[in-house]
């Protein structure tokens, strides 16, 4: 939303706002409604539509966009304030829903950590320490050999270093990560779309149900690359896939997705982000086998990006499509 249309939004709320309205003035139709849809008792229904209505800075639809989903709207009981209010309440619980769902959360300011491990006899006491199993993250050094990570959240590394290992203490490294926190009830993130938006919704959408998918839990996935992870050599590092015969074992499939374009951050970094349905990105599709894959490309790609759903035409072969993850800037 841009400051213009902030500025109009603001207006009309103040001009709809009653100055003299009390809780007596709430019609029964709307305290009804209210109750119905939003599960409330009559005094909650009647104080959160005093509050809604006092509340000049209240997200707003346009005309145009309500008569778009009017009628499916209306069927469902909902009129063009309280179908808001529902819009501002999704909004707040998704927030929510990121906020717990963005990976092992610690208790001092959600940082994370990745602790090497080495020695057999060192990695066996660590983990048995750990209140649960680690994620293991695997890769491959400069000589081609295969290393072992596990990450842990700030509180797992607290509870590592009230008994640190006899052999010595263990070093480890603060890592950012990238969020992926796909909504399983609507296409929310996807790449080049404002999901927020009441015509990307699930009961309105356009677009085909597939694009919901994948799920947050879904492998294998097909991820869209481009920029470093467009290169073979660097990929199989990253998630410790060896060379057969010299070899790599990647795979990839030439790959475009719409509705995005590249950009950059910090002068040097290729970043994907949103953009019209005219713009493309040309680059690979790959699929990723497992979350330990999955999370070892979080953490080269960092907490700048986030995992996002797209829709990638593949350039080979037979052509078609695939719904598949990409990483779109933060």
């Known amino acids: 939303m841009d400051f213009l249309a902030a500025c109009e939004d603001l207006a009309a709320n103040v001009a709809a706002f009653d100055f003299v309205d009390d809780p007596s003035d709430v019609s029964e139709s709307d305290r009804s409604m209210w109750q119905a849809l939003f599960d409330l008792s009559s005094d909650e229904a009647v104080e959160a539509i005093r509050n809604w209505r006092a509340d000049f800075a209240r997200p707003t639809l346009s005309q145009a966009a309500w008569l778009m989903v009017k009628d499916a709207k209306t ?14 309440k999704e909004q ?3 927030k929510k829903s990121r906020e717990s769902s963005s ?12 602790l090497k491990l080495e020695v057999e006899a060192t990695n066996t006491e660590i983990l048995y320490r750990l ?13 081609g050999n295969t290393t072992k990570f596990c990450l842990l959240s700030g509180t797992e590394k607290s509870e590592l270093l009230k008994g640190p290992p006899k052999t010595r203490q263990p ?19 996807t790449l080049g779309f404002d999901t927020t938006m009441p015509q990307f919704r699930p009961a309105n959408s ?27 050599d ?17 795979e990839y499939k030439r790959a475009r997705i719409h509705r995005g374009k590249l950009s950059t951050w910090g002068g040097k970094y290729l970043a994907l ?35 996002v759903r797209c829709t990638m035409e593949l350039l080979e072969g037979d052509g078609g499509f695939l719904q598949g993850l990409t990483f779109r800037l933060a």
């Open 234 to 250: 660097i990929l199989s590092r990253i998630i410790g896939l060896g060379k057969k015969d010299g070899e790599t074992q990647v």
């Open 131 to 143: 209140p649960k199993k680690p994620k293991i993250l695997t890769g491959l050094d400069d000589d």
């Open 273 to 307: 982000v949103d953009a019209d349905e005219d713009s493309t990105v040309d680059g690979c599709a790959y699929q990723v086998k497992d979350q330990n894959q999955e999370d070892s490309l979080r953490v080269y790609e960092t907490g700048k990006y986030e995992v």
């Open 92 to 94: 707040e619980s998704r």
């Open 75 to 88: 069927a469902e009981g909902f009129n063009k304030e309280s179908y808001e209010y529902s819009i501002f």
């Open 171 to 189: 070093t480890f490294i603060r890592v950012s990560i990238a969020q992926k926190a796909l909504s399983s009830t609507s296409l929310y993130p």
């Open 206 to 232: 356009p677009l085909p149900p597939p694009l919901a998918r994948p799920g947050q839990d879904e492998y294998p996935v097909w991820y869209f690359f481009y920029g470093t992870l467009a290169d073979a």
């Open 103 to 114: 990976g092992t959360v610690a208790a001092n300011g959600g940082a994370q950590y990745l």
